[in-house]
C-alpha cells in the first residue's frame, strides 16, 4: 500500500518501515475506545508528520486511509484521537495542502 503513497508524500510527511508502523499500529489500537469508527478494524501504519503525531493509515475494511492524530493515552470518547478518513485521491489533496503549509 505504500507505494501508491510515494507518488505524493513529502514534507512534513515520511513513510515509515515495518517496524514503525507495527509500533504505530499497536498504539492506535490501545488509543481506541469501543466507539470510536476505527474500533476492531484492522489498521496499518503507512506514514506520518515529523512535526506532530499524525499518522496514516490504510483501513482495509473502509477501503479508506485514515489521518489519525495519536495522544498516547487510552481514550473513552469517540472523538479521540482525532481522525479523518479519505480516499487515494482525498488523501492525496490532503498531504499536498498540509506541505504548503509546512
Known sequence: MQEKLKSFINDPWWLISTSMSESLTK????E???????????AVAMARREDNDDI??????????AVVHLTYSKETSNDFPITLLFTLSELEEYCKTVSKFY
Not at 498504539?27 to 490501545?30: G, H, I, P, S, T
Open 27 to 30: 498504539e492506535l489500537e490501545k
Open 32 to 42: 481506541l475506545s469501543q466507539k470510536h469508527i476505527l474500533y476492531g478494524k484492522e
Open 56 to 65: 496514516i493509515f490504510w483501513i482495509k475494511k473502509l477501503n479508506k486511509y
